[in-house]
Nanobody, 121 residues
């Protein structure tokens, strides 16, 4: 009923930039917050950044000042601009949306399939 499709991952050298996009589609009634999480090999999934429907943002300390999250509410799309990338940013990046579907019973989290970001030193 709901799909989150990510794009924009890839391989980049340290110090470079990438921009991730995630578009939500399907029987969506309303979206609350959207965000990005990441999971490196052997590590737990961690929050990268979130943005509410009102535009309030939250960032992990490790990405503050380097990453910027933004959102196009009309397009149900969230973006993550990643600058000054470091090898430790290498991970699979997952899009998340907290939303309510049409005819549904409330808010729940949906996840994208993930996109690989690799930063070489």
């Amino acid at each position: 009923q709901v799909q989150l499709v990510e794009s924009g991952g890839g391989l980049v050298q340290a110090g470079g930039s990438l921009r991730l996009s995630c578009a939500a589609s399907g029987s969506i009634f309303s979206i609350n917050a959207m965000g990005w999480y990441r999971q490196a090999p052997g590590k737990q999934r961690e929050l990268v950044a979130t943005i509410t429907s009102g535009g309030s943002t939250n960032y992990a300390d490790s990405v503050k000042g380097r990453f910027t999250i933004s959102r196009d509410v009309a397009k149900n799309t969230v973006y993550l601009q990643m600058n000054s990338l470091k090898p430790e940013d290498t991970a699979v990046y997952y899009c998340n949306a907290n939303l309510a579907i049409r005819g549904g019973l409330g808010w729940r989290d949906y996840w994208g399939q993930g996109t690989q970001v690799t930063v070489s030193s």
